[in-house]
């Protein structure tokens, strides 16, 4: 049964990265102002780097705002995370890649966040990661039982 919560929890960790990469590449009206989308000639990133940052760190985020690296770098990364989720295959990878965006975006904007003296769902998220990299949830709800019998990912575990 708990195999089947991990495998849960990639599924919903994976549709929040998928849906985020949805709506700022199309400005589907929710986080991203429909008409405002990646696809529209919109930045995915300026806003937030722009005005959402606050913090030790933040002039430097701010410095990224705008730079088109920085918009692939994102928008790749929560299409490589939230597609790997979902499927369960390259879980471990993409959990590090998921963990290594949310660290950043907290250091850009929640150290001592409003809400709690340093606990915010970036952090929960990526403790979630880090569960999904240590267990075999791509196995549940997923692709990763077949994915796991290739050659190249057997020989390679954070292909896993």
Excluded at 17 to 41: E, H, P, R, S
Excluded at 42 to 54: E, R, V
Excluded at 118 to 127: G, Q, S, T
Aim: hydrophobic share 55%.
């Amino acid at each position: 049964m708990k195999n089947y919560i991990w495998g849960v929890l990639r599924l919903a960790l994976g549709w929040i990265f998928l849906w985020a990469f949805l709506d700022k590449v199309f400005g589907l009206g929710f986080a991203t102002q429909a008409g405002k989308g990646w696809i529209d000639g919109g930045s995915p990133t300026s806003g937030f780097l722009a005005f959402g940052t606050k913090g030790p760190f933040a002039e430097f985020f701010q410095g990224l705002a705008g730079v088109p690296l920085v918009d692939w770098l994102f928008m790749l990364g929560l299409l490589f995370v939230g597609a790997s989720l979902l499927l369960g295959i390259f879980v471990r990878l993409a959990s590090l890649t998921g963990i290594t965006m949310l660290l950043f975006i907290y250091t850009a904007s929640a150290i001592l966040p409003e809400h709690n003296p340093f606990l915010d769902d970036h952090i929960i998220y990526a403790i979630i990661l880090a569960g999904l990299m240590t267990t075999p949830s791509g196995r549940y709800l997923g692709l990763g039982g077949l994915w796991e019998k290739l050659p190249l990912v057997r020989n390679m575990r954070i292909l896993r």
